[in-house]
Structures are given as structure tokens and as C-alpha cells.
């Protein structure tokens, strides 16, 4: 068995409203909320950036097991917003946990969906015997042009994936589904990205996510009743809901993992967030399907099936307590935190 050993989360105190962002734009907060079912999100602070998040969601995952950081023999940190265009945030990372100088590392970009591929290469490295264990962190302070509908939505977090052997979730199958769909974009130099408004639904979204999770379930014989619980990537709260709609999944076994509504789209640690939300009260041969998506565009489709090990695995500092950690912040503030002023 190789899958989940381990996982760890990071989500800034620091909220904004939507009615905040709605008041300097001077519009309808409550016609924002009912199309996007988003209700805040979460801001980084002024000194942290996806570096510092991936940091603390990564120690955060090691502190949970025993396990020597040095037995870590690759690092990959997902995340469309690396501080630095020249220079990898993964070694950065890598020497913050104490991981050592004999591990293979890389940054990773593929819009919201790099963190999963970063998972597959790991279990894959696993599976190959090249390394015992391997970390894959999705971690963004998303970007969002000032007035832009993103606004809204673009949020910051950070997950940690440790992945290897004797897992408290076993990946079962993977499958991936992809193609050039430039529903979204950043050039180079460019701050702020360029979205295609409703292109980005049914052609870029709803296409990728149900071609990988059908494709999932027509080659290892799964259904819609053998998953327990579901997560799909989160741009906003209305496109997770339908298309769990549309692959024969209710509200409720979407609900444990919809952070969105209150932390915003996280980006490389959407979907990874909302699985740990569902990680933190699932129970022993309980399945799990995940399905990223990244923009330009591409779905990674994962079954995962809970373990008896998760019963010994401390749960201690689940998602949901840390999104009530929060301290709200008004827009004069949340352009210093986003740098945008001085």
C-alpha cells in the first residue's frame, strides 16, 4: 500500500469580507455571494508568501508522525505564485524542515492542479523504491487585479502531502485527463492574471473534472456509491456543487471539504485543503474521491481509501477549528497586506 502518510494545513489568520471588497467597488454583496457562495477569504500576512506557508504546512505534516525528515527524498512545492521567478521555492522549504542535501526537489506549476501531479510523481518515486517518502505541498498567495471578479475568491493556504508506505490513505488508482484550454493565464511580468470568464466553466472546469473522474471510475469498476465522500477543486463554491451534481454526488458528501465559502479559492491548495477537511473525521475503509484542475487545463483524478492507521493518527489541529482562528481586516489593510501599498 502507498498513499497519504502523513498531511499537514496553513491557512493565514487574516479575512476579508465580501462586503468589504463589494463596498469599495461599490457593488451588490449579497448578488456576489449568491453566484459565487463565497462568504470571505483568507489574506496572507505581510511577511508571509507561499514559501513561508508551504514551510509551516510541511512541518506541520512531519510533526504528526515519526518520521526523521532526512528519509525524505523528494520535495515538490505547487503553486502558481513562487516568489521568486529564478530560484526554487522547493530548496527553500527543503532546508527550512531539515530534510538535508540528498533529496530530489522541483517547482512545480500546472495553475491549481501542480500539487496532485507533484502527488502522482511521488507515489510514483515511492512505488519504484527510488525513495521511502516524498512531499508534495500546494501552497498560493492567489493573485487578483484590484476590481477583477477573482477578487473575490483569490485566497492563500497551503497544504502538505507525505506520501509513502503503510499510509493512513491508501491511493488506490489515478488517472489524469488533459488538454490546451486557455481559460486562464499570466504572462511574463504580468502581476495579475487574465481569466476567460465563462469560458473557464464548461470547456476548461466541468470538461477536465468529469473526464478524469469518469475515467477513474470506467477503468477500476468504482461508482459514485463506492466513495463515501468527494472533493473537486474550488474556484468558488457553485462549481464544486455541480459537478458533484453531475457525477451522482449530494451535498453531503461534498460538505466536509468545502473550504472555499469561507477561505476562498486557495489555488494549488484548493482541492487539498478540502480533502484534509474530509481526512480529519473519515473513518477506516471509507473511500474518498479527489479530483484537482488546474487551468490551461488538466484534472488529476484520485481513489483513496481510509485505513486503520488513521485511528492512531493525531487529528488533534483539524482544518475547520483553524478557519475559526481568524482576524477580519478592512480593504485599506488588505491592499498593505498584499503589497499593492506602502
Not at 468589504?20 to 483568507?42: H, M, P
Not at 492542479?113 to 511521488?122: D, E, F, P, R, S
Not at 487539498?272 to 484542475?293: E, H, N, T
Not at 481513489?303 to 493518527?313: G, M
Request: net charge neutral; charged share 25%.
Amino acid at each position: 500500500m502507498i498513499g497519504i502518510v502523513s498531511y499537514g494545513t496553513y491557512i493565514p489568520k487574516f479575512r476579508i469580507k465580501v462586503e468589504e471588497i463589494a463596498r469599495i467597488w461599490n457593488e451588490d454583496a449579497n448578488a456576489i455571494k449568491q453566484n459565487l457562495g463565497v462568504f470571505e477569504k483568507a489574506v496572507p500576512d505581510v511577511d508571509e508568501d507561499t514559501a513561508t506557508m508551504a514551510v509551516e504546512a510541511g512541518r506541520e505534516a512531519i510533526s504528526r508522525v515519526r518520521i526523521r525528515p532526512e528519509k525524505i527524498g523528494a520535495v515538490f512545492v505547487g503553486s502558481e505564485s513562487h516568489p521568486y521567478a529564478v530560484k526554487p521555492t522547493a530548496t527553500i522549504v527543503g532546508e527550512a524542515l531539515g530534510i538535508g542535501n540528498y533529496y530530489f526537489s522541483a517547482d512545480l506549476e500546472f495553475a491549481c492542479k501542480a500539487a496532485t501531479a507533484g502527488i502522482q510523481i511521488c507515489y510514483a518515486m515511492v512505488k519504484a523504491g527510488m525513495i521511502e517518502y516524498g512531499l508534495s505541498i500546494g501552497s498560493d498567495v492567489a493573485q487578483a487585479r484590484p476590481g477583477d471578479a477573482l477578487e473575490y475568491t483569490a485566497g492563500a493556504g497551503a497544504v502538505a502531502i507525505l506520501v509513502g508506505k503503510d499510509p493512513i490513505a491508501e491511493i488506490e488508482a489515478t488517472v489524469s485527463y488533459t488538454s490546451d484550454t486557455p481559460d486562464f493565464w499570466r504572462r511574463d511580468l504580468q502581476p495579475y492574471p487574465s481569466h476567460g470568464g465563462r469560458f473557464t466553466g464548461s470547456p476548461a472546469y466541468f470538461r477536465h473534472i468529469v473526464s478524469a473522474a469518469k475515467k477513474l471510475m470506467e477503468d477500476f469498476g468504482y461508482s459514485a456509491k463506492d466513495f463515501d465522500f468527494a472533493v473537486f477543486h474550488q474556484p468558488n463554491a457553485k462549481f464544486p456543487q455541480r459537478v458533484a451534481s453531475m457525477l451522482g454526488f449530494n451535498e453531503e458528501k461534498i460538505a466536509d471539504g468545502m473550504l472555499v465559502k469561507v477561505v476562498g479559492n486557495t489555488y494549488s491548495a484548493s482541492s487539498l485543503l478540502g480533502l484534509c477537511g474530509i481526512l480529519d473525521k473519515a473513518m477506516p475503509d471509507q473511500r474518498i474521491l479527489l479530483v484537482s484542475f488546474g487551468s490551461g487545463a488538466g484534472s488529476d483524478a484520485f481513489a483513496i481509501r481510509v485505513t486503520e492507521k488513521i485511528l492512531d493518527y493525531p487529528r488533534n489541529r483539524r482544518v475547520w477549528d483553524k478557519v475559526k482562528n481568524c482576524v477580519y481586516i478592512d480593504y485599506a489593510l488588505y491592499l498593505k497586506h498584499r503589497r499593492m501599498i506602502k
